[in-house]
């Protein structure tokens, strides 16, 4: 049975006692979805940042910051709407990260779909600010869309329209959101960190 039939089987099935789904939460995983938008091309050239907080296997808290870049070069602004006049006084990323950081804390890992570029985002802006970076475990959801769902191609947008996730692309909250969804479902289809 292909791992998006087994899916759907999962969603289909009717709901358990609470004995059995509080079990099950127990075993779910806590993590922090994470998706930064860029101005430019430069890694430290956060604009914006979508989190979401998942604590054993429930999505409880959704949040988006703008972000003020070191510089005013965007070229990004096709791709997710955002110029500098729209970030001018938001927080640096500096600012910011007090609050970031406490979302990385007491987690399994962080997700973001396409990991290595969120993840050059965040260690960028770190060095950029002489932040320690923070040593976090990460979960790639294109890998998990590949390798556990059978999805191909698995960019977000296609990810999104097969499992029925509603997305604003290329917003930092909406893809967040998805990312922590993709992981959701494909630990109801059997994947495990």
């Known amino acids: 049975m292909s791992q998006l039939r ?15 789904i509080e079990r099950a939460r127990q ?9 930064f938008e860029t101005a ?21 808290r ?15 602004t096709s791709i997710h709407g955002i110029s500098w006049h729209d970030v001018k006084k938001a927080p640096t990323f500096a600012d910011y990260w007090p609050i970031l950081s406490q979302k990385l804390k007491g987690i399994d890992f ?3 779909h396409n990991v290595s570029f969120d993840q050059r985002v965040l260690d960028s802006s770190c060095h950029r600010y002489q932040i320690p970076v923070p040593c976090r475990d990460y979960v790639c959801t294109v890998r998990v869309a590949r390798e556990v769902l059978a999805i191909r191609p698995a960019t977000l947008d296609n990810v999104c329209y097969r499992l029925k996730i509603p997305l604003c692309h290329h917003n930092a909250e ?3 959101q998805a990312c922590a969804q993709i992981l959701l479902l494909a630990y109801r289809a059997g994947w495990r960190y």
């Open 6 to 20: 087994l899916l759907r089987n999962v969603l289909r099935r009717p709901k358990c006692n609470g004995q059995l």
């Open 110 to 112: 962080v997700a973001a």
């Open 27 to 35: 075993h779910m995983y806590t993590f922090t979805a994470i998706d």
């Open 40 to 60: 430019n091309n430069k890694p430290d050239s956060a604009c914006a940042i979508g989190m979401v907080s998942v604590v054993n296997g429930e999505i409880t």
């Open 62 to 76: 959704c949040e988006h910051q703008l972000i003020q870049p070191p510089d005013d070069v965007f070229t990004n």
């Open 174 to 176: 909406s893809d967040a």
